[in-house]
Protein backbone atom coordinates (compact mmCIF):
# COMPACT_ATOMS: atom_id res chain seq x y z
CA UNK A 1 0.00 0.00 0.00
CA UNK A 2 1.13 3.41 -0.58
CA UNK A 3 2.52 6.01 2.35
CA UNK A 4 1.30 9.24 2.46
CA UNK A 5 4.06 11.92 2.99
CA UNK A 6 3.76 15.11 4.75
CA UNK A 7 6.37 17.53 3.30
CA UNK A 8 5.99 21.46 5.19
CA UNK A 9 8.43 24.56 5.01
CA UNK A 10 8.06 26.59 7.91
CA UNK A 11 11.08 29.04 8.76
CA UNK A 12 11.36 29.46 12.26
CA UNK A 13 11.65 33.40 13.61
CA UNK A 14 9.29 36.30 14.15
CA UNK A 15 5.88 35.65 12.56
CA UNK A 16 2.56 37.67 12.40
CA UNK A 17 0.07 37.36 14.80
CA UNK A 18 -3.17 39.83 15.52
CA UNK A 19 -1.20 41.18 18.78
CA UNK A 20 1.69 41.59 17.84
CA UNK A 21 4.83 39.80 16.20
CA UNK A 22 6.51 37.10 17.62
CA UNK A 23 9.67 35.11 17.30
CA UNK A 24 8.51 31.44 17.24
CA UNK A 25 10.23 27.99 18.03
CA UNK A 26 7.41 26.22 15.51
CA UNK A 27 5.76 28.31 12.35
CA UNK A 28 2.43 27.94 11.42
CA UNK A 29 2.54 25.80 8.82
CA UNK A 30 5.11 23.00 10.71
CA UNK A 31 2.40 23.31 13.76
CA UNK A 32 -0.17 21.93 11.12
CA UNK A 33 2.22 20.02 9.65
CA UNK A 34 3.06 18.07 12.43
CA UNK A 35 -1.04 17.45 13.31
CA UNK A 36 -1.36 16.03 9.62
CA UNK A 37 1.55 13.54 10.41
CA UNK A 38 0.14 12.31 13.35
CA UNK A 39 -3.56 11.91 12.43
CA UNK A 40 -2.17 10.31 9.10
CA UNK A 41 0.38 8.09 10.61
CA UNK A 42 2.48 9.36 7.29
CA UNK A 43 6.30 10.26 6.97
CA UNK A 44 7.20 13.97 7.06
CA UNK A 45 10.07 15.80 5.27
CA UNK A 46 10.74 19.75 6.01
CA UNK A 47 12.18 21.83 3.07
CA UNK A 48 14.73 24.01 4.36
CA UNK A 49 16.85 26.57 2.05
CA UNK A 50 20.45 26.44 2.50
CA UNK A 51 20.45 29.99 3.06
CA UNK A 52 18.04 30.84 6.25
CA UNK A 53 15.63 33.47 5.94
CA UNK A 54 15.98 36.23 8.61
CA UNK A 55 14.52 36.35 11.87
CA UNK A 56 12.93 39.62 11.54
CA UNK A 57 9.73 39.74 9.91
CA UNK A 58 10.11 42.74 7.72
CA UNK A 59 13.44 41.87 6.42
CA UNK A 60 12.51 37.85 5.50
CA UNK A 61 9.59 39.84 3.77
CA UNK A 62 12.22 42.27 1.68
CA UNK A 63 14.34 39.15 0.95
CA UNK A 64 11.42 36.84 -0.16
CA UNK A 65 9.82 39.48 -1.85
CA UNK A 66 13.00 39.74 -3.72
CA UNK A 67 13.14 35.71 -4.64
CA UNK A 68 9.35 36.26 -5.62
CA UNK A 69 9.71 38.98 -7.90
CA UNK A 70 13.53 37.61 -10.00
CA UNK A 71 11.44 33.89 -9.87
CA UNK A 72 14.24 32.92 -7.89
CA UNK A 73 15.05 28.98 -7.00
CA UNK A 74 16.65 29.08 -3.76
CA UNK A 75 18.61 26.11 -2.63
CA UNK A 76 17.88 23.66 -0.57
CA UNK A 77 19.89 22.35 2.39
CA UNK A 78 18.71 18.78 1.28
CA UNK A 79 16.23 16.17 -0.51
CA UNK A 80 14.25 13.33 0.20
CA UNK A 81 16.25 10.58 -2.40
CA UNK A 82 12.94 9.68 -4.62
CA UNK A 83 9.38 9.88 -3.79
CA UNK A 84 8.64 6.40 -4.72
CA UNK A 85 6.04 4.95 -3.18
CA UNK A 86 4.07 8.02 -1.87
CA UNK A 87 1.36 8.36 -4.21
CA UNK A 88 -0.21 11.43 -2.12
CA UNK A 89 1.59 14.03 -0.71
CA UNK A 90 -0.04 16.62 1.85
CA UNK A 91 2.22 19.75 1.25
CA UNK A 92 1.73 22.67 3.58
CA UNK A 93 3.55 25.80 3.60
CA UNK A 94 2.86 30.12 4.38
CA UNK A 95 1.53 32.07 1.68
CA UNK A 96 4.33 34.42 1.37
CA UNK A 97 3.76 37.22 -1.74
CA UNK A 98 -0.06 35.71 -2.62
CA UNK A 99 1.30 32.20 -3.25
CA UNK A 100 4.28 29.21 -1.99
CA UNK A 101 7.38 30.28 -0.40
CA UNK A 102 10.25 29.82 -3.51
CA UNK A 103 12.35 27.01 -1.90
CA UNK A 104 8.80 24.92 -2.55
CA UNK A 105 9.40 25.59 -5.62
CA UNK A 106 12.72 24.05 -6.12
CA UNK A 107 11.66 21.17 -4.08
CA UNK A 108 8.84 20.15 -6.66
CA UNK A 109 10.54 21.31 -9.43
CA UNK A 110 13.62 18.53 -8.33
CA UNK A 111 10.94 15.77 -8.67
CA UNK A 112 8.77 13.85 -11.74
CA UNK A 113 5.60 14.17 -9.97
CA UNK A 114 3.22 12.23 -12.59
CA UNK A 115 0.60 10.84 -11.12
CA UNK A 116 0.85 11.86 -7.81
CA UNK A 117 -1.87 13.67 -5.55
CA UNK A 118 -1.11 16.82 -4.29
CA UNK A 119 -2.64 18.70 -0.83
CA UNK A 120 -1.80 22.07 -0.36
CA UNK A 121 -2.67 23.13 2.87
CA UNK A 122 -1.38 27.35 2.93
CA UNK A 123 -1.36 29.22 6.17
CA UNK A 124 -2.29 32.45 5.95
CA UNK A 125 -3.01 36.73 7.09
CA UNK A 126 -5.52 37.48 4.49
CA UNK A 127 -4.94 35.66 0.82
CA UNK A 128 -6.24 32.24 1.97
CA UNK A 129 -4.41 30.26 -0.59
CA UNK A 130 -3.74 33.07 -3.22
CA UNK A 131 -2.10 31.81 -6.48
CA UNK A 132 -0.58 28.74 -5.07
CA UNK A 133 -3.25 26.13 -6.20
CA UNK A 134 -2.58 27.34 -10.06
CA UNK A 135 1.43 27.73 -9.47
CA UNK A 136 1.17 23.75 -7.72
CA UNK A 137 -0.61 23.11 -11.59
CA UNK A 138 1.90 24.83 -13.72
CA UNK A 139 5.16 23.38 -11.88
CA UNK A 140 3.98 19.92 -10.80
CA UNK A 141 3.51 18.24 -14.22
CA UNK A 142 1.08 15.53 -14.34
CA UNK A 143 -0.19 15.54 -11.01
CA UNK A 144 -3.57 15.91 -9.55
CA UNK A 145 -3.12 19.00 -7.42
CA UNK A 146 -6.18 19.04 -5.15
CA UNK A 147 -8.36 21.80 -3.84
CA UNK A 148 -6.41 23.70 -1.05
CA UNK A 149 -7.27 24.32 2.67
CA UNK A 150 -6.38 27.53 3.45
CA UNK A 151 -5.69 28.46 7.72
CA UNK A 152 -5.28 31.75 8.93
CA UNK A 153 -1.77 31.62 10.94
CA UNK A 154 -2.92 32.36 14.59
CA UNK A 155 -5.41 29.13 14.48
CA UNK A 156 -2.95 26.52 13.80
CA UNK A 157 -2.53 25.04 16.93
CA UNK A 158 -6.75 24.95 16.54
CA UNK A 159 -7.02 23.59 13.14
CA UNK A 160 -7.56 19.78 13.96
CA UNK A 161 -11.25 20.08 13.17
CA UNK A 162 -10.80 21.87 9.89
CA UNK A 163 -7.89 19.74 9.24
CA UNK A 164 -9.68 16.17 9.35
CA UNK A 165 -12.65 17.20 7.57
CA UNK A 166 -10.06 17.99 4.98
CA UNK A 167 -8.61 15.14 5.24
CA UNK A 168 -11.38 12.96 5.36
CA UNK A 169 -13.10 14.98 2.66
CA UNK A 170 -9.91 13.75 0.22
CA UNK A 171 -10.02 10.45 1.49
CA UNK A 172 -7.24 10.44 3.38
CA UNK A 173 -8.33 9.31 6.25
C1 LIG B 1 7.83 36.76 3.54
C2 LIG B 1 6.40 36.72 3.93
C3 LIG B 1 5.42 37.00 3.00
C4 LIG B 1 4.07 36.89 3.35
N1 LIG B 1 3.12 37.12 2.38
C5 LIG B 1 1.81 36.93 2.70
C6 LIG B 1 0.80 37.10 1.70
O1 LIG B 1 1.06 37.43 0.55
N2 LIG B 1 -0.49 36.90 2.08
C7 LIG B 1 -0.84 36.53 3.34
O2 LIG B 1 -2.03 36.35 3.61
N3 LIG B 1 0.11 36.36 4.31
C8 LIG B 1 1.41 36.55 4.01
N4 LIG B 1 2.37 36.36 4.98
C9 LIG B 1 1.96 35.89 6.31
C10 LIG B 1 2.16 34.39 6.48
O3 LIG B 1 1.62 33.65 5.42
C11 LIG B 1 1.50 33.91 7.79
O4 LIG B 1 1.97 34.66 8.86
C12 LIG B 1 1.76 32.41 8.03
O5 LIG B 1 0.89 31.97 9.04
C13 LIG B 1 3.18 32.14 8.47
O6 LIG B 1 3.37 30.74 8.65
P1 LIG B 1 4.72 30.19 9.29
O7 LIG B 1 4.67 30.53 10.75
O8 LIG B 1 4.69 28.71 9.05
O9 LIG B 1 5.85 30.85 8.58
C14 LIG B 1 3.71 36.51 4.67
C15 LIG B 1 4.71 36.29 5.62
C16 LIG B 1 6.03 36.39 5.27
C17 LIG B 1 7.10 36.14 6.31
Known amino acids: MSKILVVFFSPKGETYFPDG ?9 QI ?37 MMGKRPKLLGYMQNLDG ?42 GMGNSESDLNQICDGANVCAGLA ?10 TKLKSYLKVNGLV
Open 21 to 29: YKVVEKGNA
Open 151 to 160: IQGATAQNCD
Open 32 to 68: IAEKAKEILKADMFEIRAEQSYPQSYNECCKVAKEEH
Open 86 to 127: YDDIVLVYPCWWGTMPMPVFTFLEHYDLKNKNIFPICTHEGS
